[in-house]
């Protein structure tokens, strides 16, 4: 359960090009369900996704997660609550080119400095349910465009979060693509791990997997389905 | 002053180590004054970010001192050719009347600057990093002491005249010199022993005693630092006649040379560094109540104390292996 | 603890592979830091091992030398002087020395002549010589060969080579022409009794200022050269000239600063991608800053072993080819000699402090700059 109550997020505070992303947001996410943050650019739907995912502090405001408040923590313990708690799969999949597949699923555990070979099977099983042992060894920018999304799931999923957030997953994706990405979207669900998406992209939002669409506008909530 | 390699790093390296505190410097006021950690605030998250930068420069601070250290007890060994009078680091030290202020003042900010470690280490084992604002106010509070130890270090450097007579640790380090060296010679060997043991006995056991029960840092801090004085007497009074054979040669510097295998770092290693370890148990006693470092707080210093009871058990180890190994007899019935 | 080793080696394994993803860049850094490593080592290699040997000289060099002084110059030394020596007090054995330069035009050296030590065993017999290296080389001379020295009278001498004084002693008997003492006194036209000076063995070497102070006292005209001074103005040349050279190479270590500098900040694109991914998938600015920490400890130990091997090799194996000149001084007659290997960890240390030390000072304000990225940068699009 995640709680968001009165949050403010400013860029460039106290400069002349001081900008308010997000303006007052009250909000409760009920765990296990999909959950999509809709609206235009520049509505403050990706940084509404950042303060979520303790990405990101508010200047103001207060972030519950499961009844701890995590908004006056430093860098240092919000990391060690994100990595345990959230999987990022970004809308530019932002995987490390001249890596491999497979180590660039491990990246994110890396630093827990965990058994290496434990690691490394748990790493090659997530490629596995995503149809991708082919590709371990392969460097991910010769990969196409739907593979390299998987393995940014799969590196999502390498901590076992219970929450998953992905920002704009369908947009560098076809139409059978994004079909087959809610495909494991729903898979994802049905393990009881929570979903938080942002989209502008009708099939996402209408899709039978979405339980609840959350609209915003100006760093403002404005519909709430 | 004289032109050398050693002298050259050693100025730059404690320029550096200035430079770097004073840099900082502002930084850790705008810390003080504008710290808090429940704000979101963009200086906030600036004033969080600039923690680690200080952090970083204060472990390359202490690192450097700690091997400037050794280079300047080192450098003073090599030079001693260029004294009338000098055969080793004592009579180097001696060549002019910031020597030893300088030894003392750098052996003071080693310690200063791993008891600052230690509250680093501790205030960041809490979500609401209750220490912030002692660990900057003691960072400020070292900045003069650093500049201190370096302008120490910058005059004796400038006066040493290479044609200046000093004396030999013979004479320094003599039952008839004045001062606290010749003081520090002349004591008995047979009191003198049982200060040595009966203070780092007590070191050890304060030491453990927190290690076990978590309690009682304040006495470790005490008792550590009255182990070292009682040490370093020690060495000079009695334990390095029995390393050097010879009932009159009372130097502290010797020890670290090849031709007596090097066995100083034996004993000063873990003597320096179960000090500081004691030190730091002590200096992190007063947070031990602090509502967030309840359960970590006792827990470091209990391991900086088990460290400390180590280091100062070696010592003791070492120093008695040597009594006993030595061929010189000081006490009838005390060796072979 | 286990934990904490695992950490450092998954953090070695992405540096390294990092690292190895920016050849051309690391490379540079690498090649220029093992550069100044090996100027840096090589001098002072150097330094320390001229150091050694001519401490290891001096060692055989006696306590005390007395030269009789006249108008401020140096004097032949009159008989008596050595029996008012002699019955001093801590002065265990006088010897008196006769030796003297002589410049020979058709080579344009200077060669000094001496009669050796009379218990030494190096005595020569009266028209034969024993020759240094040096001379032998610049006269092509060998065995029984014939040596020919002018006399001031303007006689042309011969001598016989008896003997090739050994290479091992070069750097001090290069330039040296050992005769007997017939030959010597009838050659320079030496008046009779007298010497060119008097060294002195004492008993106590602590004593040797308390004798030198008697000897002053009771010979007025005298001047007393102590060992101990000779190796403390070899010390303090040595120390001045080492110190000059690398107080010039200290634009060398600035420009390396610098560069070292300019490098750690100006990350690629791709580099502030890299760590702004890291951040967002978990790894905190600590990790990050240690994983920074161990690419500038493998390059600067890299560069340390690799220049000091390479300065190692230029001192003892190419016999410092590059700095001769500078510390060695000039003359004509060069002494061949191999230097020392010497292995010194003061000597490690204080080039420790001249090369990694700048290194990690130009290195930690980029390194925790990269370090600080923002997690959410990424996602915000501002990498």
Not at chain 1, 3 to 14: D, P, T
Not at chain 3, 203 to 217: L, R
Not at chain 3, 247 to 276: C, H, N, P, Q, T
Request: proline letters at 4%.
């Amino acid at each position: 359960m995640i709680e968001l109550a009165g949050i403010r997020k400013a860029f460039n505070q106290g400069r002349p090009n001081e900008f308010w992303a997000l303006n007052g947001i009250d909000l409760k996410i009920a765990p296990q369900q999909v959950t999509v943050f809709f609206g235009p650019s520049g509505s403050g739907k990706t940084t509404l996704l950042t303060v979520v995912g303790c990405l990101a502090r508010p200047t103001t405001g207060r972030v519950r997660l499961n009844g701890r408040d995590t908004s006056g923590l430093p860098e240092r313990f919000l990391t060690g609550i994100r990595r345990r708690t959230f999987g990022f799969i970004f809308q530019q999949f932002n995987l490390v080119r001249g890596v491999t597949a497979i180590e660039n699923v491990m990246l994110p555990a890396y630093p827990l400095g965990s058994d290496w070979k434990e690691l490394k099977e748990r790493a090659g099983s997530l490629l596995d349910s995503l149809k991708l042992s082919h590709r371990r060894t392969a460097r991910v920018e010769w990969l196409s465009g739907g593979e390299q999304q998987r393995i940014a799931i799969a590196r999502a999923l390498i901590n076992d979060p219970e929450v998953l957030i992905a920002d704009e997953p369908t947009a560098n994706l076809d139409t059978a693509l994004s079909k087959e990405f809610l495909g494991i979207l729903e898979s994802l669900a049905g393990q009881g791990r929570s979903l938080l998406l942002t989209s502008h992209d009708p099939l996402v939002v209408e899709s039978s997997v979405v339980r609840r669409v959350v609209t915003l506008r100006d760093g403002r909530i404005v519909g709430d389905r | 002053m004289l032109f050398r390699p050693a002298i050259i790093a050693l100025l730059l390296a404690s320029s550096a180590n200035v430079a770097m505190v004073l840099g900082v410097a502002p930084y850790a006021v705008d810390v003080i004054r504008h710290w808090d950690i429940r704000s979101g605030s963009e200086r906030q998250l600036s004033l969080e970010r600039r923690t680690y930068l200080m952090s970083v420069l204060l472990s390359v601070v202490l690192a450097t001192q700690l091997l400037a250290l050794l280079l300047f007890v080192f450098n003073a060994d090599r030079m001693a050719p260029l004294f009338v009078g000098a055969m080793c680091a004592a009579g180097v030290l001696n060549a002019d009347a910031y020597g030893y202020p300088a030894l003392m003042a750098q052996i003071a900010v080693f310690f200063l600057a791993a008891i600052w470690l230690a509250i680093n280490h501790v205030d960041t084992l809490s979500p609401d990093y209750p220490l912030v604002r002692v660990k900057y106010g003691l960072m400020l509070g070292m900045a003069p002491a650093l500049a201190a130890a370096a302008l120490l270090q910058f005059l004796y450097f400038l006066n040493l005249q290479a044609d200046s007579i000093t004396s030999c640790c013979s004479r320094v380090f003599a039952a008839s010199a004045a001062g606290l060296s010749g003081d520090l010679t002349a004591l008995p060997p047979r009191p003198s022993m049982l200060a040595f043991y009966g203070t780092l006995a007590a070191a050890v056991a304060s030491s453990a005693y927190t290690a076990l029960r978590r309690r009682g840092g304040y006495v470790v801090a005490v008792t550590s630092l009255a182990a070292f004085a009682a040490a370093i007497t020690g060495i000079i009074s009695f334990l390095s006649l029995y390393i050097y054979e010879h009932p009159n040669h009372h130097c502290p510097f010797c020890v670290l040379k090849s031709a007596y295998a090097f066995q100083g770092y034996w004993l000063y290693i873990p003597l320096f560094a179960a000090t500081a370890c004691g030190l730091s148990a002590g200096a992190i006693q007063p947070f031990v109540q602090t509502p967030s470092l309840r359960g970590a707080a006792p827990r470091v210093s209990s391991r900086l104390a088990g460290a400390a009871a180590v280091g100062f058990a070696l010592f003791t180890l070492v120093a008695t292996f040597l009594i006993l190994h030595s061929h010189l007899i000081l006490i009838a019935g005390v060796t072979q | 603890m286990r934990t904490w080793i695992e950490k450092q080696k998954y953090l070695i394994d992405f540096t390294l592979s990092s690292m190895a993803r920016r050849k051309v860049k690391n490379f540079g850094i690498l090649f220029l830091y093992t550069l100044l490593v090996f100027l840096l080592a090589s001098v002072m290699l150097f330094a320390h091992a001229l150091r050694r040997e001519a401490a290891a000289t001096l060692a055989g060099a006696p306590d005390v030398i007395v030269q009789r002084m006249v108008a401020g110059r140096h004097d032949l030394i009159p008989p008596d002087y050595i029996y008012k020596l002699g019955s001093l007090r801590g002065v265990r054995k006088t010897e008196s020395r006769l030796w003297g330069y002589y410049y020979d035009p058709f080579v344009r050296a200077n060669y000094t002549i001496m009669v050796p030590a009379s218990a030494g065993g190096d005595e020569v017999a009266t028209g034969r010589v024993a020759v240094g290296q040096a001379i032998a080389r610049r006269l092509a001379l060998t065995l029984n060969g014939e040596i020919f020295l002018a006399a001031y009278s303007g006689e042309l001498r011969s001598f016989t080579v008896a003997r090739l004084l050994p290479h091992e002693s070069e750097l001090f008997t290069a330039d040296l022409v050992l005769m007997s003492e017939e030959d010597f006194r009838s050659f320079f036209d030496y008046p009779v009794g007298q010497y060119t000076d008097i060294a002195l063995t004492v008993t106590n070497p602590q004593e040797v200022h308390n004798i030198a102070g008697k000897i002053a006292s009771s010979l007025p005209d005298s001047r007393v050269i102590l060992r101990d001074e000779i190796l403390r103005t070899y010390e303090a040349i040595f120390n001045w000239r080492e110190g000059v050279v690398l107080a010039l190479l200290s634009g060398a270590v600035i420009a390396f600063g610098i560069f070292a500098l300019e490098k750690a900040s100006g990350l690629s694109a791709d580099e502030k991608r890299e760590i702004g991914i890291l951040k967002a998938i978990g790894w905190e600015t600590g990790d990050v800053i240690r994983m920074k920490f161990w690419e500038g400890a493998l390059i600067s130990l890299t560069a340390f072993f690799v220049g000091y091997t390479a300065a190692y090799l230029h001192v003892f194996r190419f016999a410092a080819a590059l700095f001769e000149p500078v510390l060695k001084g000039w003359s004509t007659l060069y002494p061949d000699f191999e230097l020392v290997p010497t292995l010194d960890g003061f000597e490690l240390a204080t080039l420790f402090f001249f090369t990694v030390f700048p290194y990690v000072l130009a290195t930690i304000v980029p390194i925790w700059r990269a370090a600080v990225t923002d997690p959410d940068s990424v996602m915000r699009g501002a990498l």
